[in-house]
Each structure stands twice: as C-alpha cells, then as structure tokens.
Nanobody, 113 residues
Framework: EVQLVESGGGLVQPGGSLRLSCAAS????????MSWVRQAPGKGLEWVSS????????YYADSVKGRFTISTDNAKNTLYLQMNSLKSEDTAVYYC??????WGQGTQVTVSS
C-alpha cells in the first residue's frame, strides 16, 4: 500500500524556519516525482515545489522561491521541505504528493507572532 506521512509542522514566528518531512512507503521512492502542495485557510490548493528524485531537478512556486528548499533522502525514502524566512501568508496545511495522485494527510504550519 502506498503511504505518505507528513510531519514537522507547527507554530513559528514570522522570519522563522521549519523543516517538513514526508515518510514514503509502498513504492519505489527513488524513481518518483514528489511534490509539496499547500492549502491556506479558506483558499484553494497551491502547488509549492516538486522534485524528481531520479534527477534531483527541483521546481518552486514564485511565492516560495529563494526561501524554501525541497530535497530527498532516497536511503530513508523521505521527502523534505526546508522553509526559511517564513511569512504569515505561508500559513497552510502542507501536503506531500506523489506522481499519480497519492497524497498524505497533511501537516499544519502556522506563522504568527
């Protein structure tokens, strides 16, 4: 069974940092394209970033470029999102997703003073 489990969310002050993790199982992680997608309160889904594990090519939304870094540890079957210089508008539920439409349950990130 394909599973994605996010962790690492929480409450952080503006300007702070968080690292999200997504533990993957049930598929060949090193051959997959993985993404982070978020949903802010009352808003639709927003794509944040993607990585192709087999090539390490990375892609970012303009809203997070230069502040967020996506990465993988293929030995641990884990996807990461390092988030720096966080802003209030980054407040959202963050989901990791696998190509083919499999999603995790999400982790809440709240940026507030």
């Amino acid at each position: 069974e394909v599973q994605l489990v996010e962790s690492g969310g929480g409450l952080v002050q503006p300007g702070g940092s968080l690292r999200l993790s997504c533990a993957a199982s049930g598929f060949t992680f090193s051959s997959s394209a993985m993404s982070w997608v978020r949903q802010a309160p009352g808003k639709g889904l927003e794509w944040v970033s993607s990585i192709y594990s087999y090539s390490s090519n990375t892609y970012y939304a303009d809203s997070v470029k230069g502040r967020f870094t996506i990465s993988t540890d293929n030995a641990k079957n884990t996807l990461y999102l390092q988030m720096n210089s966080l802003k209030s508008e980054d407040t959202a539920v963050y989901y990791c997703a696998k190509d083919g439409g499999v999603w995790g349950q999400g982790t809440q990130v709240t940026v507030s003073s």
